[in-house]
């Protein structure tokens, strides 16, 4: 249906190529959360894998920094339109944490879990093969609480709502349920590139 | 919740269009979603052009259901802004984009949802809470209110003389405006949020929209001042 005298404004090709449909440019890094930023204390941060509800390993703050470290550019893409060219992130990769853990994913999804209660799902094969990090920097700096810090899950290539702020910890799940979002309307895999915004999309 | 929720693309034709203040746009939209959002949600916009290139937005609702068919957005227009300046400079009564939503589920309110309601503010980011007023005034007068407001300036602001014509008639309502470009003017501090708080009593909900800035700074505000973190819903946009 066309909008009478919409005309739009046109990216350059180098740059429309890089954003998938229905997203424009920011050089912002716009903050979106459902609430406050939670207090997560360094001291007493701990990061914790599960199956359902048995613990599998829990690390502390040193312990974490001590796991060898990946670090990723490129650009991230938010469901409410906005997308961010080359950006520089620093983490654990889900590959390293799994093997520092002993273990092979125990089931094909998980959900991410934060400080703040939040929640999201992503499926394992999303993380694995060096496709997601739980994130400790951004731009070389640690992550502002603002952005999440001091540790967000990262998975670039999904809508930015999947990466996690202030995480505390990923739970295998036997079947793909739904987090926070996505019980309320937003799509349960949220690819960008498909548009996968809300459900049915 | 166990049917999935589904969001289509929805016909809608502007019934309306008038300038709310210097620099903001209220257009009324005819569309079957005027019928079933709750007050605080957005809808996503989209635009067409003739060659198939579409843009899309999202834009808060600032009217609660009033029967009439239509919804209320009130469109800030930006600078160089793709869909914003299409609506505050071409737009006109019967002109037809689509919409599709309610979208945010968790920064809403109704009246059964309860109070007392603490509501902040800054820019065009009261446009959700209007919305919640709004629906406030249609039959939940008996729940305490503020709306905590920081604008630059008073020509600035949005829905003022409503705001203020409701402040002077309804006692369960407190009007807390913060003018941060004025003389005499300034920025949200603790001795505001107190006031409004004496006003509201301890709140059920808070909801804080505006630019990151000035939700960090409220957020940090309210919890100092003793409201717990979890009744805080917020809303932020820009850097």
Redesign the interface.
């Known amino acids: 249906?066309?909008?009478?005298?919409?005309?739009?404004?046109?990216q350059p090709p180098e740059t429309g190529a890089r954003l998938p449909p229905?997203q424009?440019l920011t050089d912002?890094?716009?903050?979106?959360?459902?609430?406050?930023?939670?207090t997560v204390d360094l001291a007493t941060w701990q990061f914790t894998l599960r199956e359902g509800s048995r613990p599998i390993k829990t690390w502390s703050w040193d312990a974490f920094e001590a796991l060898p470290r990946t670090t990723w550019h490129g650009d991230i893409h938010c469901v409410?339109?906005w997308s961010k060219f080359d950006t520089a992130w620093e983490g654990v990769s889900f590959d390293d944490l799994l093997a520092d853990a002993g273990i092979s994913a125990p089931t094909p999804f998980l959900l991410a879990e934060s400080y703040d209660d939040y929640t999201t799902n992503v499926p394992v094969t999303d993380l694995v093969g060096g496709r997601a990090l739980v994130a400790t920097r951004y731009a070389g700096q640690p992550i502002h609480p603002?952005h999440g810090g001091p540790a967000r899950l990262f998975v670039p290539h999904l809508y930015f709502w999947k990466s996690a702020k202030w995480l505390k910890g990923l739970r295998f799940t036997t079947s793909d349920t739904a987090g926070?979002w996505e019980?309320?309307?937003y799509h349960m895999y949220g690819d960008p590139w498909r548009e996968q915004?809300?459900?049915?999309d | 919740m166990t049917e999935p929720i589904v969001f289509r693309w929805h016909r809608a034709e502007i019934a309306g269009i008038a300038l709310a203040t210097p620099h903001v746009t209220s257009v009324r939209l005819r569309c079957p979603l005027a019928e079933s959002y709750r007050a605080g949600q957005h809808v996503d916009v989209r635009l067409t052009a003739e060659d198939g290139y579409q843009a899309q937005r999202s834009y808060s609702v600032a009217s609660a259901q009033d029967g009439s068919g239509t919804l209320e957005l009130l469109i800030e227009g930006l600078p160089d802004g793709e869909v914003s300046g299409w609506f505050t400079t071409v737009a006109q009564v019967g002109d037809q984009v689509e919409l599709r939503g309610p979208i945010g589920g968790s920064f809403s309110w109704d009246g059964p949802d309860g109070g007392p309601l603490l509501l902040g503010g800054g820019g065009s980011g009261v446009v959700p809470l209007l919305a919640m007023l709004r629906r406030r005034a249609q039959g939940w007068r008996g729940i305490p209110a503020a709306l905590i407001y920081s604008v630059h300036t008073r020509a600035e602001a949005i829905a003022l003389p409503e705001l203020e014509r409701l402040a002077a008639e309804d006692p369960g309502f407190s009007l807390h405006l913060a003018t941060t470009r004025e003389a005499g003017g300034k920025r949200i501090d603790a001795g505001l949020i107190a006031e409004a708080l004496r006003r509201t009593g301890p709140p059920g909900k808070v909801f804080l929209c505006g630019s990151n800035r000035f939700v960090a700074a409220a957020s940090d505000l309210i919890v100092a001042a003793g409201v717990a973190p979890g009744v805080i819903r917020t809303e932020r946009f820009g850097a």
């Open positions: 249906m066309v909008t009478r005298g919409f005309v739009g404004r046109r229905g424009y912002d890094f716009p903050i979106l959360q459902i609430g406050p930023n939670p409410t339109k603002d926070f019980l309320r309307g915004r809300y459900t049915g």
